[in-house]
């Protein structure tokens, strides 16, 4: 599970703004990540999402492929060839940065159309999220949704739950969602147990991406509401996660971040008032470590201080 741009700072925030209490304490295990790419001390979520998807450095702005111009599998990838199934569920667009991580190789972040290509001839069996767009307003003129014939597109949860297609998308907008404060109805906590009932019924291994997208947005617009509400619902879906886990002890729970956004300050010494005394250092990204939260079988290797390419080499010792 990643929460985009959540640092320290964002957590705390949320927490407080939750009346303190956050299902994220619930962890004994914790860790911190470097985030660095390959040519920045601070990260783009494209290399810092390769560096945990795939086990390696990449550009700034590049998903899946490294340096040198040779492309590597993600441990989504490597699960799918050893039969588990897969997941991602994320607030973005199914394409941006950091789910496309997990199924796609391309030198540019930004080349969307491309992207759902690559994800329309993935391994992916479910997905949940937005940007529907880049499927079928194209300009080599296919319409992928008429393509991906294994696939059934359903237009809500309860048809996404009742569904026995093998592979089942489901768009929840055309373009990028709407931030909460906009109206997007909260998603994540509702939409991790959907999928989580599916592929726990195919009683087979799954590796499942869950993805807060838009604390980092919330933290490129220096707007502390915007940052809290969303990592206040990825704490929700946390808390659906945390439950899975305990009733499946054999799995390995991952809850990160891809780097800091904003350089976000808490700057109060009232709770209750907290929103009005933060500071943001910047609109964009910082170098600031991210803390690794683990539970479940493998958690203990999430402990200290290690580079982001570790969470790949970790995750995989549980890859049978
Ligand atoms: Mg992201
Ligand atoms: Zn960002």
């Not at 001839?121 to 999220?129: A, C, L, R």
């Not at 087979?204 to 940052?227: A, I, M, R, T």
């Not at 170098?287 to 203990?300: E, I, L, Q, T």
Request: proline fraction near 2%.
């Amino acid at each position: 599970m990643i929460a985009d741009g959540a640092g320290l700072s964002q957590i705390t925030a949320a927490m407080y703004e939750n009346n303190n209490k956050f299902n994220l304490e619930n962890f004994k295990v914790v860790g911190l990540q470097k985030t660095h790419s390959a040519n920045s001390l601070i990260t783009d979520s494209a290399a810092s999402g390769t560096a945990m998807a795939c086990g390696i450095k990449t550009e700034n702005g590049t998903i899946g492929i490294d340096t040198e111009n040779k492309s590597f599998e993600s441990i989504l990838e490597i699960c799918e060839k050893k039969g588990y199934n897969s997941g991602i569920i994320v607030t973005s667009s199914i394409v941006h940065a950091t789910p496309a991580s997990f199924y796609a190789k391309v030198i540019s972040r930004a080349n969307y159309q491309e992207i759902a290509y690559q994800l329309s001839k993935s391994e992916v069996d479910f997905f949940i999220g937005g940007g529907e767009k880049h499927f079928i307003k194209r300009n080599d003129r296919k319409n992928l949704i008429t393509e991906m014939r294994d696939w059934e597109f359903v237009n809500g949860l309860d048809q996404f739950d009742s569904s026995t297609s093998k592979k089942v998308g489901y768009f929840i907008s055309y373009e990028e969602p709407p931030s909460l404060i906009e109206g997007r109805k909260p998603l994540l906590d509702i939409g991790l147990n959907s999928i989580l009932s599916k592929l726990n019924s195919l009683k087979k291994p799954f590796f499942l991406l869950v993805e807060g997208s838009q604390v980092d947005w919330g933290g490129h617009d220096n707007d502390l509401e915007y940052v809290t509400k969303e990592y206040i619902e990825f704490d929700r879906a946390i808390g659906v996660a945390l439950k899975f886990v305990e009733e499946n002890p054999n799995t390995l729970l991952v809850v990160t971040a891809d780097h800091e956004t904003g350089g976000l300050a808490i700057t109060s010494d009232q709770i209750k008032k907290l929103s009005s005394k933060v500071r943001f250092s910047t609109k964009g990204h910082t170098a600031s470590m991210v803390p690794v939260f683990s539970k479940g079988v493998g958690s203990k290797e999430f402990s200290g201080i290690y580079d982001n390419t570790e969470i790949f080499y970790k995750m995989m010792l549980q890859i049978k």
